[in-house]
């Protein structure tokens, strides 16, 4: 019945790593996003696909790669992973509702990295 | 710069005690100001969306209103349950503008 969700809900891992966060939507939307938030609570943009196509593409280090292979999954790989990458990351999803307008958006419950 | 700035950055309310959380924007042409809610361990959960000055929504307990620097999320006699952290995101009218949100009221309801 979920429906944005994210995969794993935690990830722990060490530096140097390289790993990926998966999301699904199932509300048929055709827009999804990956946003960030750190410790200081602030969810800040990083990545937006509209119909597999990328819209939005924040100042985000390279290392960051989003892939989508549908409109319904919005994937997220990570290389090389750094300390200051630990945060939560949330998938979410909306729906183009004109030429540049969206409904409201709908989030994931967010995977949780920790990079030691 | 869009910015969003949310106050207070805490609050602690009796059972039934009415309270307001503000946000203020700065945003060159507004699209939307949007209100999510945020319980520990989950997404953000969207409550409302407000256009224009004078605009107002209600559900529930909650009533958001809009002017053309602030919104305020009114709380009627609080419940525990509507503890949680309150977001307030803009959107500006351009483009494929993101939502910028702010930091967020933390709110906690004593029973």
């Known amino acids: 019945d979920t429906a944005v969700s994210q995969t794993p809900k935690y990830l722990v891992t060490q530096m140097g790593n390289d790993k990926s966060i998966k999301c699904e939507q199932n509300?048929?939307?055709?827009?999804m996003y990956w946003y960030k938030q750190d410790s200081k609570k602030f969810l800040k943009i990083m990545f937006s696909?509209?119909?597999?196509?990328?819209?939005i593409n924040e100042t985000v280090p390279n290392r960051f790669s989003p892939k989508s292979p549908d409109k319904a999954h919005l994937n997220l790989h990570i290389n090389s992973l750094e300390l200051g990458d630990s945060a939560v990351y949330f998938c979410?999803?909306?729906?183009?509702?004109?030429?540049?307008?969206?409904?409201?958006?709908?989030f994931g419950n967010g995977t949780r990295l920790t990079v030691t | 710069e869009d910015q969003v700035t949310q106050s207070p950055e805490a609050l602690r309310l009796q059972e039934g005690e009415s309270s307001s959380l503000n946000c203020s924007y700065t945003?060159?042409?507004?699209?939307?100001l949007f209100w999510y809610r945020q319980d520990p361990g989950k997404g953000p959960e969207f409550l409302f969306t407000?256009?224009?000055a004078g605009e107002e929504k209600e559900k529930e307990r909650l009533k958001a209103t809009l002017t053309k620097k602030e919104s305020f999320l009114h709380i009627t006699a609080p419940k525990p349950e509507d503890s949680a952290t309150y977001l307030c995101?803009?959107?500006?009218?351009?483009?494929?503008?993101?939502?910028?949100f702010g930091k967020g009221t933390r709110l906690s309801v004593i029973a």
């Open positions: 509300l048929g939307h055709d827009t």
């Open positions: 407000l256009y224009s």
């Open positions: 979410a999803s909306s729906q183009r509702t004109g030429l540049w307008g969206n409904s409201p958006l709908h």
């Open positions: 945003v060159s042409g507004l699209r939307g």
């Open positions: 696909y509209n119909n597999k196509e990328l819209i």
């Open positions: 995101a803009v959107q500006r009218n351009s483009g494929n503008t993101p939502l910028v």
